[in-house]
């Protein structure tokens, strides 16, 4: 038993905190958000460049630091404390994950245009009937020659208006909830008939909504095997679901910080209201409620790699904590700032913002409950 | 003791049905379930169809002008205004500073703002919280010293400070504030309730904007502003009791049962579109289908809470401190709605729309339109726990007043 990081683990901790201490500032931010692109592509260039971190995840073979979930972890973590826009989400976790399992012939290749920052990924996996069913899919991938060809309207693709390639999940075949028939692509996102319609989301980062109108892609847009993706598109969104608990404690512990502080600071009654039992013990729970997430962090993140079950078990229950920590933290945090916990100006709404779409983010609370019954429950007996 | 309603009520909510259907303006039809953003002018536009009506102040009593209705046609007209997803009516003139003036008041003050107050020709601003002086009222610094203009040997008052949280006083045409009259008196003894024209020089309104992007909120700020002394309600350094007064009343208004009802409506509709992960609608959904259950419970415990405290009311007990119950659980329960929307909105609670073309384009949409103001409202709702005097402080209210602890 050990929760120790490497030397190597804290090392990059430490330069992407300082990175983001130095250039990533509230108000550098705030003018990020505002900006036509809504994000800092020569960030993402230092991400790749000056700091290395774009192949924290992938081993020394694939060009990366020889990490794994772990790295991802203490990175998300880091970007929740900062309110990171850049997608290391879409494109290292996710892009990168489904790349690193795929087998692809090209999978080398491509993970390398990740790691150096010419590869940027979103994953495009929601429709808008599907809720938080990953194999509830209309969108489909009908064979043609030697290729295929993309029907259908993917939502809410986080980090789509950035990107050069989409993950996206289609059918090749089964009905529209089944498990099989399901299969992963990795399209160029100029491929002809893709039609996008951009907009901001409101914790600051940009979406789009995706339409495939008869594109032609490829055979080796495909990754993994067909008709069988199913499997590993579960394992990639865990790992996601990890990195979002990772990046949730970050916001939360940032939420708790700024929330004490503003309580020592501010005089109500001849003083500080800090001294008011009724608050202390909500700043209790707060201290409560990031420590029992972070603790579900680390364990779903260390068993990533075990079976499916147990894997889909720790993530879930991890995810439930987050989500209602969240939840907690955040209100909390925004009661006791009072009114300027209410304004645009101060960065605790801004990360109340940020945890409150983590919440639903991959699955709300009720989703995630309800795959733990059935892993830990209905499956035992 | 029961229930019913009489059929004197029951012809009541006929007639008062028929009135919103027949005079809600057009123009203003769906705005309030959209959640779309409203101009003074909106606002304007119901009040001044209910003020010709004799309706638009429901509880002032009829020697003030008001409808004279009983607790119950109140309530009903609360409900049928839900029903009909109406604009609210602007509480500051109707709801607060009027019930002041009227009791308090000299009948030249009564004479002055009350009919303009009635049909909507004084658009009011509430100048009470300061950036110091939030939970902690009494403890207010704006300062309002008494001089004689030698130009007109009238008697003014100088007014310094500022203040916060000033709901549309980018709109005003008067605020009504709390001032320091005199600094050495204990903290709640020195305090006076003035009047004052937003078109006196030396106020500067700024914005303040919230999470959901919404300019709802200012800070007032007053530099050297003079005020006619006749301006002031009540006798100098009694201010406290205005604001007292203002404040049960302010809670009494808050628990919004008819609006709490109104937007489950608005949760099960969109349940029975949005659909859940196995392919049935959300409201089938045995999780979610119990959160609306519980909401739905705890809104019916307000409801009933509510008309005991009407009731109680209208057999001559004002409103007391067990308002702030009303004012706890409705505030809570307002908030449990917009979390419950937003969670039955899923992914598309996520994109942001302000600033945005929504109507009109011939754009692709973003999601259905419900959606679309699930995320800020539920933002812009956390306020809630913390205006009217924060929660905590009504719950110190009850220990203190209620329970005598």
Same mark, same amino acid.
Request: glycine letters at 10%; hydrophobic letters at 40%; aromatic letters at 10%.
């Given at each position: 038993?050990?929760?120790?990081?490497?030397?190597?683990?804290?090392?990059?901790?430490?330069?992407?905190?300082?990175?983001?201490?130095?250039?990533?500032?509230?108000?550098?931010?705030?003018?990020?958000?505002?900006?036509?692109?809504?994000?800092?592509?020569?960030?993402?260039?230092?991400?790749?460049?000056?700091?290395?971190?774009?192949?924290?995840?992938?081993?020394?073979?694939?060009?990366?630091?020889?990490?794994?979930?772990?790295?991802?972890?203490?990175?998300?973590?880091?970007?929740?404390?900062?309110?990171?826009?850049?997608?290391?989400?879409?494109?290292?976790?996710?892009?990168?994950?489904?790349?690193?399992?795929?087998?692809?012939?090209?999978?080398?290749?491509?993970?390398?245009?990740?790691?150096?920052?010419?590869?940027?990924?979103?994953?495009?996996?929601?429709?808008?009937?599907?809720?938080?069913?990953?194999?509830?899919?209309?969108?489909?991938?009908?064979?043609?020659?030697?290729?295929?060809?993309?029907?259908?309207?993917?939502?809410?693709?986080?980090?789509?208006?950035?990107?050069?390639?989409?993950?996206?999940?289609?059918?090749?075949?089964?009905?529209?909830?089944?498990?099989?028939?399901?299969?992963?692509?990795?399209?160029?996102?100029?491929?002809?008939?893709?039609?996008?319609?951009?907009?901001?989301?409101?914790?600051?980062?940009?979406?789009?909504?995706?339409?495939?109108?008869?594109?032609?892609?490829?055979?080796?847009?495909?990754?993994?095997?067909?008709?069988?993706?199913?499997?590993?598109?579960?394992?990639?969104?865990?790992?996601?679901?990890?990195?979002?608990?990772?990046?949730?404690?970050?916001?939360?512990?940032?939420?708790?910080?700024?929330?004490?502080?503003?309580?020592?600071?501010?005089?109500?009654?001849?003083?500080?209201?800090?001294?008011?039992?009724?608050?202390?013990?909500?700043?209790?729970?707060?201290?409560?409620?990031?420590?029992?997430?972070?603790?579900?962090?680390?364990?779903?993140?260390?068993?990533?790699?075990?079976?499916?079950?147990?894997?889909?078990?720790?993530?879930?229950?991890?995810?439930?904590?987050?989500?209602?920590?969240?939840?907690?933290?955040?209100?909390?945090?925004?009661?006791?700032?009072?009114?300027?916990?209410?304004?645009?100006?101060?960065?605790?709404?801004?990360?109340?913002?940020?945890?409150?779409?983590?919440?639903?983010?991959?699955?709300?609370?009720?989703?995630?409950?309800?795959?733990?019954?059935?892993?830990?429950?209905?499956?035992?007996? | 003791?029961?229930?019913?309603?009489?059929?004197?009520?029951?012809?009541?909510?006929?007639?008062?049905?028929?009135?919103?259907?027949?005079?809600?303006?057009?123009?203003?039809?769906?705005?309030?379930?959209?959640?779309?953003?409203?101009?003074?002018?909106?606002?304007?536009?119901?009040?001044?169809?209910?003020?010709?009506?004799?309706?638009?102040?429901?509880?002032?009593?009829?020697?003030?002008?008001?409808?004279?209705?009983?607790?119950?046609?109140?309530?009903?007209?609360?409900?049928?205004?839900?029903?009909?997803?109406?604009?609210?009516?602007?509480?500051?003139?109707?709801?607060?500073?009027?019930?002041?003036?009227?009791?308090?008041?000299?009948?030249?003050?009564?004479?002055?703002?009350?009919?303009?107050?009635?049909?909507?020709?004084?658009?009011?601003?509430? #100048?009470?919280?300061?950036?110091?002086?939030?939970? /902690?009222? +009494?403890?207010?610094?704006?300062? %309002? !010293?008494?001089?004689? $203009?030698?130009?007109?040997?009238?008697?003014?008052?100088?007014?310094?400070?500022?203040?916060?949280?000033?709901?549309?006083?980018?709109?005003?045409?008067?605020?009504?504030?709390?001032?320091?009259?005199?600094?050495?008196?204990?903290?709640?003894?020195?305090?006076?309730?003035?009047?004052?024209?937003?078109?006196?020089?030396?106020?500067?309104?700024?914005?303040?904007?919230?999470?959901?992007?919404?300019?709802?909120?200012?800070?007032?700020?007053?530099?050297?502003?003079?005020?006619?002394?006749?301006?002031?309600?009540?006798?100098?350094?009694?201010?406290?009791?205005?604001?007292?007064?203002?404040?049960?009343?302010?809670?009494?208004?808050?628990?919004?049962?008819?609006?709490?009802?109104?937007?489950?409506?608005?949760?099960?509709?969109?349940?029975?579109?949005?659909? #859940?992960?196995?392919?049935?609608?959300?409201?089938? /959904?045995? +999780?979610?289908?119990?959160?609306? %259950? !519980?909401?739905?419970? $705890?809104?019916?415990?307000?409801?009933?809470?509510?008309?005991?405290?009407?009731?109680?009311?209208?057999?001559?007990?004002?409103?007391?401190?067990?308002?702030?119950?009303?004012?706890?659980?409705?505030?809570?329960?307002?908030?449990?709605?917009?979390?419950?929307?937003?969670?039955?909105?899923?992914?598309?609670?996520?994109?942001?729309?302000?600033?945005?073309?929504?109507?009109?384009?011939?754009?692709?949409?973003?999601?259905?339109?419900?959606?679309?103001?699930?995320?800020?409202?539920?933002?812009?709702?956390?306020?809630?726990?913390?205006?009217?005097?924060?929660?905590?402080?009504?719950?110190?209210?009850?220990?203190?007043?209620?329970?005598?602890?």
């Amino acid at each position: 038993m050990d929760f120790n990081f490497t030397e190597e683990q804290s090392m990059l901790r430490d330069t992407l905190a300082s990175f983001l201490q130095d250039k990533y500032s509230f108000d550098t931010r705030r003018a990020s958000v505002k900006s036509a692109s809504g994000w800092r592509a020569d960030y993402w260039k230092a991400f790749a460049e000056e700091l290395g971190i774009l192949g924290a995840p992938f081993s020394e073979e694939l060009g990366g630091l020889g990490g794994s979930a772990i790295e991802n972890m203490i990175v998300m973590e880091e970007c929740g404390k900062a309110l990171v826009i850049e997608p290391y989400l879409g494109t290292v976790v996710i892009g990168g994950g489904f790349l690193k399992y795929s087998g692809h012939a090209s999978a080398t290749d491509l993970i390398g245009g990740i790691i150096g920052g010419e590869i940027i990924t979103a994953f495009a996996y929601a429709e808008p009937q599907g809720r938080y069913n990953l194999a509830d899919l209309k969108t489909t991938a009908k064979k043609d020659g030697s290729g295929y060809v993309l029907n259908g309207h993917k939502a809410v693709v986080l980090g789509a208006p950035w990107a050069t390639h989409l993950v996206v999940t289609a059918r090749t075949g089964g009905s529209q909830r089944e498990a099989s028939g399901v299969s992963v692509f990795l399209v160029d996102k100029a491929s002809a008939g893709i039609v996008t319609r951009d907009y901001p989301t409101v914790d600051g980062q940009r979406a789009s909504e995706v339409y495939f109108e008869n594109v032609s892609i490829p055979a080796d847009a495909l990754i993994g095997v067909e008709g069988a993706g199913l499997p590993l598109i579960e394992k990639v969104v865990d790992e996601a679901i990890a990195a979002i608990c990772a990046e949730g404690v970050g916001a939360m512990r940032k939420m708790h910080e700024n929330t004490l502080e503003y309580a020592r600071q501010r005089k109500q009654f001849g003083t500080a209201i800090a001294n008011f039992q009724v608050l202390q013990h909500r700043m209790v729970d707060m201290f409560i409620n990031v420590e029992q997430s972070l603790s579900m962090t680390y364990m779903a993140t260390l068993k990533l790699d075990e079976s499916a079950h147990d894997r889909a078990k720790a993530v879930s229950a991890a995810k439930v904590q987050i989500g209602r920590s969240c939840k907690f933290v955040g209100q909390a945090a925004i009661q006791i700032h009072g009114g300027m916990g209410m304004t645009d100006e101060l960065a605790v709404g801004h990360y109340f913002k940020r945890a409150t779409m983590i919440e639903g983010q991959f699955g709300s609370v009720d989703h995630h409950l309800r795959r733990y019954e059935h892993l830990s429950i209905d499956s035992a007996a | 003791m029961n229930l019913d309603f009489s059929p004197e009520d029951l012809a009541f909510r006929d007639e008062v049905r028929a009135f919103i259907a027949a005079h809600y303006p057009d123009s203003l039809r769906g705005k309030q379930d959209e959640g779309e953003e409203l101009a003074k002018e909106d606002f304007l536009a119901w009040h001044r169809v209910l003020a010709a009506k004799g309706w638009v102040n429901p509880a002032w009593p009829t020697s003030e002008g008001g409808p004279g209705w009983t607790s119950t046609q109140r309530y009903i007209w609360g409900e049928e205004c839900a029903a009909a997803d109406t604009i609210g009516i602007m509480p500051f003139g109707i709801n607060m500073v009027g019930p002041v003036i009227y009791t308090f008041g000299t009948p030249e003050q009564k004479q002055r703002f009350l009919p303009d107050t009635l049909n909507g020709d004084i658009w009011w601003c509430q #100048g009470y919280s300061e950036p110091g002086a939030g939970s /902690d009222l +009494a403890s207010l610094k704006t300062k %309002a !010293e008494r001089f004689t $203009d030698p130009a007109d040997g009238k008697e003014y008052y100088l007014v310094n400070g500022q203040k916060t949280w000033t709901t549309m006083a980018q709109y005003a045409d008067w605020i009504f504030c709390l001032v320091r009259t005199d600094p050495n008196a204990k903290i709640q003894e020195g305090i006076s309730f003035l009047l004052i024209n937003m078109k006196t020089p030396g106020i500067t309104v700024r914005p303040i904007i919230t999470l959901g992007g919404e300019h709802e909120v200012n800070e007032v700020w007053l530099e050297n502003v003079k005020v006619p002394v006749e301006n002031r309600i009540y006798d100098e350094n009694k201010g406290w009791t205005c604001a007292k007064f203002l404040l049960a009343h302010e809670r009494s208004g808050i628990a919004g049962v008819a609006r709490s009802k109104r937007g489950i409506e608005r949760i099960r509709q969109m349940a029975t579109t949005e659909l #859940g992960d196995d392919g049935q609608t959300l409201l089938q /959904d045995p +999780a979610f289908k119990r959160k609306v %259950a !519980e909401l739905e419970i $705890d809104l019916t415990a307000l409801e009933y809470t509510e008309l005991r405290t009407l009731a109680a009311e209208s057999a001559g007990k004002g409103p007391g401190p067990e308002s702030s119950v009303l004012k706890i659980k409705g505030t809570e329960v307002q908030q449990r709605v917009t979390e419950l929307a937003l969670e039955a909105a899923g992914h598309y609670g996520a994109p942001y729309f302000r600033g945005f073309p929504t109507d009109g384009d011939n754009m692709r949409p973003i999601g259905p339109d419900y959606a679309h103001r699930t995320a800020p409202s539920y933002f812009n709702v956390r306020k809630t726990s913390i205006y009217g005097g924060s929660n905590e402080i009504q719950r110190n209210i009850i220990a203190k007043m209620v329970l005598g602890l």
